[in-house]
C-alpha cells in the first residue's frame, strides 16, 4: 500500500488513521532516512489514543512509553543503539506484550533481537511532501492494511 503525504496535516492525519487501523496493538517498524517523517507519523498514531502533547524522538533514551486510553505505546528510536543486546539490558523483552503497540524508529539497529514487525512503514521524501510504503509481515498487518483501505463510514 502506497500513500502520498502532501504536508505535515496529512502525515499527522494519516498516522492518526494507522493509529486506530492498529487498534492499540502490534509492532510497528518506521523506516526512512533522517528527516523522513518517522517521529511525525508517530506523533499521528499517537494522536490516536488521545495524546496531545509534543513527540520527540528517544533517541538518548531509546524508549519513551506512553500510557494512554488504557493502553501501551512504546516509542523506540534506535539511531544511536550499539549494539542490539542493549535492549536488552534496558528491559526491553518486557515491552513487546500482546497488549502494547510499539513503534521503532531504525529497526535494522536492533535487527536479530527485535520481534518480527506486524507491519512495515517505510517513508520517504517526495517533493515538499512524503510518502508512506506499507508492508504487512503479519496476518495482523494485513488486517491493519485491510482497515486502512476500506472506505470510511460517515
Known amino acids: 500500500m502506497m500513500i502520498c503525504l502532501p504536508d505535515e496535516a496529512a ?27 518517522k517521529t511525525t ?11 496531545r502533547g509534543a513527540v520527540k524522538s528517544p533517541t538518548y533514551t531509546l524508549v519513551e512509553p506512553y500510557r494512554l486510553a488504557g493502553l501501551q505505546v512504546n516509542h523506540f528510536d534506535l539511531y544511536r543503539l550499539g549494539d542490539p543486546e542493549e535492549l536488552e539490558f534496558i528491559g526491553a523483552r518486557d515491552l513487546f506484550g500482546d497488549d502494547s503497540l510499539n513503534l521503532i524508529e531504525w529497526p535494522s539497529r536492533g535487527a536479530g533481537w527485535l520481534p518480527i514487525p506486524d507491519l512495515v512503514v517505510s517513508l520517504s521524501v ?8 506499507l508492508k504487512a509481515e503479519t496476518a495482523y498487518g494485513e488486517a ?4 486502512l483501505s476500506a472506505p470510511s463510514v460517515d
Not at 517526495?126 to 510504503?133: D, E, Y
Open 11 to 37: 502525515h499527522v492525519a494519516f498516522g492518526d488513521s494507522l493509529g486506530r487501523a492498529l487498534a492499540g496493538r502490534g509492532v510497528v517498524h518506521l523506516e526512512g532516512e533522517l528527516g523522513a517523517g
Open 41 to 51: 507519523l508517530a506523533r499521528g498514531i499517537l494522536h490516536a489514543y488521545g495524546h
Open 126 to 133: 517526495s517533493g515538499t511532501g512524503r510518502q508512506a510504503h
Open 144 to 147: 491493519v492494511i485491510d482497515r
